[in-house]
């Protein structure tokens, strides 16, 4: 009896001992007071493992975007005059997706979301000794498809000591505003506002340059990084007029301002002020029926649900009007617009998509390769995923009830990829027959083979791989290419790394079992347990910011080959950060630049040199291929009719070989044509000049 009480307590204590967090390896010792231009700051000083960090979190770089500063560029911060304490980070921005509500280090922050939210965070080396050393800053820019997240997602501060602060460097993390509130677009005339979200950041940017040596940074010395949206904001801030100056470097992962998801192209952006107030005023609605299990979820119950305006607004915006002028919209908006219902934002976001930036002829001054051609001008480290969207599930491509499909089938998938993707990365709006070429080449490239089955687990496969490409990859290479020809540094990266160890996928449901109160269901999944494990969008982030964890899903356990990998990555980041190489002690990275874009390194254990563009040769079909195809009819309208829309994805294949073919029969005609009016003009000519032909050579005429 005694032994099993023993044996209870140790059980207990075993228990008990693997719930402490790793934060209690931290010990504050101290805080510390700095002045900005704006006032004193206060922070903590840890001593991590025996070193020591500094620790500054929820500094406001801007004044709060309310008010008249609504829907508006940040206004830099004024004075304060007590001593501000920044021992907690400010509150997220306001969130149009929850993909980070359950978020495993953020999740309890994320329920201040504010638009009161323009908050930086500082983490840096500290020495008692000489508190005048200054390290090279790495900024990071979240995520999110500039909808959702926040400056903490994602990141535990003692994993960000160990494998960023104690290699020398500071590290700033950012909120900036995300979805209409950061990307709403207006215009008048020629004149295009928006993109408010970024200008945040340039903000930012601009008070590390004044601030960030009080803190131990070098302001010559700063490296952007980011991943997804985050990439695609550092791609542009590297590339923008506007933050000359502001940063040396960019470390750009997993997005390009050269996507046709990041800079908005033709058409009427999703997130401009008319699309947004014929939502709020009803004369659009969200498409309920669609979206309706995404949107609303479990945790709503029919009252709640009934006592929503439409597009599940809590409240219609009362000073709405006809025949108000777009600077009294904009008023009405900045004064009454309620973004307090999360379904609304959601639903929002859901039809709308992905917040885009705009081309304003000031901080985007043009987008597409153009972008890059003309304003290139710092070294660059960028790469993609080995496959970026691997962990998309067929429900994704609606294709989850059926094991195996049509051709027909197929072909609509691959066109309603082209159709949304590829078209985004077009100048100008194309029509139907020109998106159904490009379609069928690309079905042709991914879909077809000669065995003819379309299992839907093999079909799921390749239209990841072809979305992956459009919206990364192609991206990724076309603008390392343009930097390349700017004669710039670029060291370019697949990152191909795949744990032993399973992925677990968090999910977490709400019930509503007893009347009004919720109940939470944690749930962990295996994901890809059924197919080959690749590495998918944003797995990098577990190896930087965490030991395995990234946007809920979660490496578990953490090997030591996995620990080896995070160490030869973030030894890539810091010395680049470092040194503008990413070369370790073990592992020598090329760079390229002038005419040299032909090598790789796959990020992997170990690293490896790969000869050929990323992931070739699927850039070149759609950076090359799939744009002289677009070529063909480069505007909607030029052609009335679309000949071929009521044929199937196997007969419009049959077609075009027959219309190559038929192309091909006349071009031989055209050949053979020239080849006997040569022949019969060459003998003409010779028989024209024999002598047999001069009857008067003979004569001589002498004086």
């Excluded at 791989?465 to 390392?480: G, H, L, N, S, W």
Aim: proline share 5%; aromatic share 10%; glycine share 6%.
């Amino acid at each position: 009896m005694l032994t099993r009480t023993i044996n209870s307590l140790l059980l207990v204590l075993v228990l008990l001992l693997n719930s402490i967090p790793l934060s209690f390896c931290q010990v504050l010792e101290k805080s510390r007071s700095v002045w900005v231009e704006q006032g004193l700051v206060r922070g903590k000083i840890y001593n991590i493992d025996g070193r020591h960090i500094q620790i500054f979190r929820g500094i406001p770089y801007a004044e709060p975007p309310l008010g008249n500063l609504r829907f508006a560029k940040p206004v830099k911060k004024s004075r304060w005059h007590q001593e501000l304490s920044a021992v907690e980070y400010g509150p997220p921005c306001i969130q149009f997706m929850d993909f980070h509500r359950y978020d495993k280090f953020s999740a309890e922050n994320m329920k201040r979301q504010s638009e009161d939210c323009l908050y930086l965070n500082v983490f840096s080396p500290y020495d008692n000794e000489d508190e005048s050393k200054t390290f090279p800053i790495i900024v990071w820019i979240h995520g999110g498809s500039f909808l959702a997240g926040s400056a903490d997602t994602g990141i535990d501060m003692e994993t960000v000591a160990r494998n960023i602060i104690f290699k020398g460097v500071t590290f700033v993390t950012i909120n900036y505003r995300l979805g209409p509130l950061g990307f709403i677009t207006t215009r008048s005339g020629d004149t295009v506002e928006g993109n408010y979200g970024i200008w945040d950041q340039v903000m930012a940017l601009q008070w590390i340059q004044a601030n960030i040596k009080q803190f131990g940074g070098d302001p010559s010395r700063v490296t952007l990084m980011g991943e997804s949206a985050g990439g695609a904001a550092c791609s542009l801030l590297a590339l923008s007029p506007r933050t000359e100056g502001l940063a040396q470097q960019a470390i750009i992962m997993s997005g390009s301002a050269t996507a046709g998801w990041a800079i908005h192209r033709h058409g009427n952006p999703s997130w401009s002020l008319e699309n947004l107030i014929s939502y709020l005023r009803c004369e659009k609605m969200i498409s309920g029926a669609e979206y309706a299990p995404q949107v609303v979820g479990d945790e709503y119950n029919v009252d709640e649900l009934a006592q929503k305006k439409c597009n599940y607004q809590n409240e219609l915006v009362p000073c709405l009007t006809d025949d108000q002028t777009q600077e009294e919209q904009m008023s009405c908006l900045r004064k009454s617009l309620n973004f307090s219902s999360p379904l609304f934002r959601k639903a929002l976001a859901f039809e709308a998509r992905v917040s885009k930036m705009v081309v304003d002829g000031d901080l985007v001054p043009t987008s597409g390769i153009d972008l890059v051609r003309q304003y290139a001008r710092i070294p660059i480290m960028t790469g993609v995923a080995r496959k970026e969207w691997a962990h998309k599930k067929p429900q994704f491509y609606n294709l989850h009830r059926k094991s195996s499909l049509t051709a027909e089938e197929a072909g609509e998938s691959v066109f309603r990829i082209v159709e949304g993707s590829f078209h985004d990365t077009s100048p100008t709006k194309l029509n139907n027959a020109t998106l159904h070429l490009v379609a069928n080449a690309s079905f042709v490239r991914y879909i077809d083979d000669p065995s003819n089955t379309f299992e839907t687990s093999r079909v799921v496969a390749a239209l990841q791989t072809m979305e992956a490409d459009i919206e990364f990859v192609a991206p990724c290479q076309r603008e390392i290419d343009a930097y390349v020809q700017n004669n710039l540094t670029v060291y370019a990266y697949s990152f191909d790394y795949v744990p032993k160890s399973p992925i677990f996928e968090v999910e977490k449901k709400v019930f509503n079992l007893f009347g009004n109160n919720p109940v939470t269901i944690t749930r962990k999944d295996q994901t890809l347990k059924d197919r080959k494990l690749e590495a998918f969008h944003g797995l990098d982030h577990a190896f930087i910011f965490s030991r395995g964890y990234s946007s809920n899903f979660e490496i578990r356990p953490f090997t030591k080959e996995d620990e080896n990998m995070a160490k030869v990555l973030t030894n890539m980041i810091t010395n680049f950060a470092k040194n503008g190489d990413p070369s370790t002690k073990r592992f020598v990275w090329p760079s390229f630049s002038g005419n040299k874009t032909t090598e790789h390194v796959s990020i992997n254990l170990p690293p490896k040199i790969i000869q050929g563009e990323l992931h070739w040769p699927h850039p070149k079909f759609w950076n090359v291929e799939a744009e002289l195809i677009s070529r063909v009819v480069a505007h909607e309208g030029e052609v009335p009719v679309d000949p071929d829309a009521d044929l199937t994805n196997e007969e419009r294949v049959q077609l075009s070989a027959y219309r190559r073919a038929w192309w091909a029969l006349w071009l031989l005609v055209a050949f053979l044509a020239i080849v006997i009016w040569g022949i019969v003009i060459y003998a003409v000519v010779s028989k024209g000049s024999s002598p047999r032909n001069k009857p008067y050579d003979n004569i001589v005429i002498t004086r």
